[in-house]
């Protein structure tokens, strides 16, 4: 068997405006942030942390992470990122997630920290979590080795379109690690990553894609192809 190489990219830690909800009363402050005003995001939003407002919890955490508008300090990111997770604020349990897992700024990597965080905000739909947390369980970091465990958890991703998911899934169904071992769904599957994806992502997709599609059959290779089409097609809800 191959070894196993998380085709998710290390992402940058993520500020909550990504993701878009209803007017909530951090608007302001974030899109302040956004625009790189920091001290008047820190002024507009640090009063709002102070009554427990989860994101802007997570916004004053995420600016001593980056050290924007405040002095950086990542072990006050984390205690404010814990106070937004406390409210099973998703984000801030994927930023835990994240620095536990990559050791972001000094902090010691933890393993099982991290994937105890990354459970947190699978069990919300988060689909990063879900793919992060199915690649621990693919190698055993952090958690007992269970493939059949990140094959539930990648097909949760892979539902809501989430390119690292695709290539995770692939690469079970590429070596019959937790599914039976499918070369075809592998091609289909690293296919719609490359697809879906740019930059390191989609480069390794197709290479793996490739590498596939050199064992399959004239046959076989159009059914991988005519599968992958289907999928995209169906936003994601028919790929098998």
């Known amino acids: 068997m191959r070894a196993?190489?998380?085709l998710l990219l290390v992402a940058s830690l993520i500020p909550a405006a990504t993701y878009a909800a209803a007017p909530e009363?951090?608007?302001?402050?974030?899109?302040a942030y956004q625009k790189g005003a920091y001290s008047d995001a820190e002024r507009m939003l640090r009063p709002l942390a102070d009554q427990g407002n989860p994101k802007a919890m997570y916004y004053i955490g995420f600016m001593y992470a980056q050290g924007n508008g405040v002095k950086q300090d990542m072990d006050k990111a984390i205690e404010w990122w814990k106070k937004s997770a406390d409210k099973n604020f998703a984000p801030a349990e994927l930023n835990l997630g994240m620095t536990y897992e990559s050791g972001e700024g000094g902090i010691d990597k933890n393993p099982e920290e991290a994937a105890k965080w990354y459970r947190k905000a699978a069990a919300q739909g988060d689909t990063q979590a879900e793919t992060s947390l199915g690649?621990?369980?693919?190698?055993?970091?952090?958690?007992?080795?269970?493939?059949?465990e990140a094959a539930k958890l990648y097909k949760a991703a892979v539902i809501k379109g989430y390119a690292p998911a695709f290539a995770g899934?692939?690469?079970?169904?590429?070596?019959g690690a937790g599914v039976p071992k499918d070369p075809v769904k592998a091609h289909m599957y690293y296919?719609?990553?490359?697809?879906?994806?740019?930059g390191e992502l989609a480069s390794k997709a197709t290479s793996n894609r490739d590498r596939?599609?050199?064992?399959?059959?004239?046959?076989?290779?159009?059914?991988?192809?005519?599968?992958?089409?289907?999928?995209?097609?169906?936003?994601?809800?028919?790929?098998?």
Not at 169 to 175: D, F, H, K, M, V
Not at 217 to 239: E, G, W
């Open 25 to 31: 009363p951090t608007d302001e402050g974030a899109k």
């Open 135 to 148: 690649d621990m369980y693919v190698t055993g970091r952090g958690v007992a080795q269970d493939p059949k």
């Open 4 to 6: 196993f190489r998380s």
């Open 212 to 240: 596939v599609a050199a064992t399959l059959s004239k046959d076989d290779f159009a059914k991988a192809r005519t599968l992958a089409r289907t999928c995209m097609s169906s936003n994601y809800q028919k790929c098998e």
């Open 191 to 198: 296919n719609v990553a490359a697809a879906t994806s740019t």
């Open 169 to 175: 899934y692939a690469y079970l169904y590429e070596t």
